[in-house]
């Protein structure tokens, strides 16, 4: 079974397009999370969510909508993309964070914008 | 404020040899510290955790860090290395509530035959 799943893995679309990726977990959790990974494999946060409610916004553009119709769920729409757009998008999600927490992630969308 | 410093960027062992992997964080907190392995156009795989209880912690595949206060590192290391474990491996810091990790740079593992 598996535990974050996100859609699509792979995704080369054009600038200025609109597209969204789609996460879901079924571990029960109820924090989930974007992370960006760039080109030099360096992974920063980009959102976090517990019970649906946005607790961290990491200076994201707002171009970047996250959505979270329900715990088990958090997608990411991006608007008018851009060369820089072009990553991996990993989700995850965790309990709520103390000290035994783990965070799970998901196997990763890969952007490319052209 | 929380960081951690991934000491090298790359590593080059042979296989059968020891490896060690540097990590060095920064916490006002009492920190949680995960090691994550990622392989080629994968995700990310959970190693090992310190969340404050023993300081030598044993993880999958013959992994093993060592939390060390006084020196504010958390270092992964394994007795012998395996082709199998050529990926890339981040040192990862949190602490109680902060709905943060943070991500060290990466270290890129390879193993030579």
């Known amino acids: 079974d598996t535990a974050v799943s996100q859609t699509p893995k792979y995704l080369v679309t054009q600038m200025g397009n609109d597209k969204s990726i789609k996460c879901e977990q079924n571990l029960g959790h109820d924090t989930m999370y974007w992370y960006k990974q760039d080109s030099k494999k360096f992974l920063k946060i980009m959102f976090s969510y517990n019970n649906k409610e946005l607790i961290i916004n990491e200076t994201v553009p707002n171009r970047f909508s996250p959505k979270s119709p329900d715990k088990a769920h958090l997608n990411l729409h991006i608007n008018s993309l851009e060369l820089g757009d072009s990553a991996v998008y990993f989700c995850a999600s965790s309990q709520p964070p103390d000290r035994t927490t783990t965070i799970y992630f998901g196997e990763g969308s890969w952007l490319t914008v052209v | 404020a929380q960081s951690v410093t991934q000491l090298d960027s790359h590593v080059s062992v042979s296989e059968g040899t020891p490896v060690l992997l540097r990590c060095n964080y920064s916490s006002s907190y009492s920190p949680s510290l995960f090691w994550y392995v990622q392989h080629p156009n994968k995700g990310l795989q959970l190693l090992l955790k310190?969340?404050?209880?023993?300081?030598l912690v044993k993880g999958i595949n013959g992994f093993e860090a060592e939390f060390k206060k006084s020196e504010t590192s958390f270092h992964l290391t394994k007795p012998s290395a395996h082709m199998s474990d050529a990926a890339e491996y981040f040192c990862?810091?949190?602490?109680?509530?902060?709905?943060?990790?943070?991500f060290g740079t990466g270290t890129r593992l390879k193993v030579l035959a």
């Open positions: 310190y969340t404050s209880a023993a300081t």
């Open positions: 990862v810091v949190t602490t109680s509530g902060t709905y943060k990790y943070i």
